[in-house]
């Protein structure tokens, strides 16, 4: 009796110390999170859906196509559905594995002549008795792991909405490059008619004549540029909706009417709703958990089993007088691996460290993605109140440095100059848009997008 009463209390204490398998590292408290943005937020309400800011059907209907079609959100899709049967598969191992057994044999021995048959039948049952809690750490890590999927699909639903509507802004903005540049060769053309003209009547010199030619020349081919790159985009497009590369997709020809809204809110609450923080949150869980099965495993294990059957010489016979049975207890206490068990369970401890270290780097890393979108937001409406201004005056010089070549007061390559200035600015104009709605799209995505204020409202409600 005291033998059985000490191993009881090994057994307790055991119990006690190798059970704890609930993450108590104190990973947040070390990270710095700041208690509010460095750089101010725009003066918008409090933030909507991204469908909600962004005025445009098409980008709606394109980024609803991606989804549904691209390949790699499939295949994030399928990761899930993986998921969930690894974590249905770890459930399985809480309830006894039950085999039947049915074996037919005919022969005879060399010592008798004669044939006999034998027909067996069984039926085994076996159970782990999960003292330990190994077994159901190995459940929370099947379902971290699942929870894990779905964020990760998440993640990459959002790369995947940036991308489209990145690649469509580009392509929107080829086209007013495009529209910019053939407005531009209308104007030499016709100023080339005007400088021929002159040169016929004396009054402009071959010179520029050869210039305005020239400078017809490399805008042509500046356009033959341009709508190559617009072809390109139109592939990757093609690509991120799921479809076969294709050229020549409409994509209209303006920007889209944006009503920026951004999600407000601390930094720790705001960056923790992002999908990638979520992953590298449950990846500690995940370590945390195989580092439990790893210490458990250096624990005797425990096994129930029984096993019912018979034998007879027809089928017809089988249990007709009688049934074997018997019950059975086990226990396997590794003694001896050369260590490679206490191995395991130090490799276990680093990749938790490594988790905590991986989410420490993307909180900081989001933390970054913000406090530059946040800087690069009003930098660049700065920069468009500047360079609208610069446009409408580079257009009044061209214009009026014409007026002058014609009038004979200034040289063609004065001209030239103010066309060129002209030209680089209205580009840059378009350039600017396509930033600013680029980066408005970015910074929503950069604090969890759409996906933030839905756990958001969750949380509320």
Known sequence: MNFVKTIKFIALTATLSACQSNYN???????????????????????????????????????????????????????????????????????????FSLQASRGKSASDAAISNQVSAGLSASYEIDLWGKLSDAQKAAQYNYQNTIVQLEQAQLDLITSVSSVWLQMLASVQFIDITEQKLKNLQGNLDIIENGYRAGLNSALDVYLTRNNLE?????????????????????????????QGLEVGDDFPEVDFSLLKGI?????????????????????????????????????????????????????????AWSLSASVLQPIFDAGRLKTLEAQAEIELSQSELSYVQT????????????????????????????????ILAEQLAFEQYQRGITDYTDYLSTQRTAFNAKNQVVELKRQIITNQIMLHQALGGDFAIANLEQQEN
Not at 43 to 67: D, H, M, Y
Not at 280 to 292: C, H, P, R, V, Y
Not at 368 to 381: T, V, Y
């Open 363 to 394: 909180i900081y890393q989001a933390l970054d993605d913000i406090e530059g979108g946040l800087n690069q937001f009003a930098s660049l409406e700065r920069q468009l109140s500047y360079s609208e201004t610069s446009r409408d005056n580079a």
């Open 218 to 246: 490399a805008e042509k081919s500046n356009l033959a540029k341009q709508k190559a790159t617009l072809a390109q985009q139109s592939r990757q497009l093609s690509l991120l909706l799921g479809h076969s590369p294709k």
């Open 267 to 323: 930094p720790s609450s705001l960056i923790k709703q992002r999908p990638d923080v979520q992953s590298a949150w449950l990846n500690i869980l995940m370590s945390n958990a195989n580092l439990a099965i790893s210490h458990k495993d250096r624990f005797p294990s425990f096994r129930l089993a029984a096993d019912v059957d018979d034998r007879q010489s027809s089928l017809s016979d089988l249990f007709s007088q009688g049934i």
């Open 25 to 99: 590292g104190a990973i947040d408290q070390q990270v710095e999170f700041p208690t509010r943005w460095q750089n101010a937020l725009p003066e918008t309400p409090q933030g909507t859906k991204l469908v909600q800011w962004v005025g445009s059907e098409q980008l709606n209907q394109l980024i609803e196509t991606a989804i549904a079609n691209n390949q790699n959100i499939r295949i994030k899709q399928l990761d899930v559905d993986k998921a969930k049967l690894n974590l249905q598969r770890a459930g399985a191992v809480f309830w006894p594995d039950l085999d």
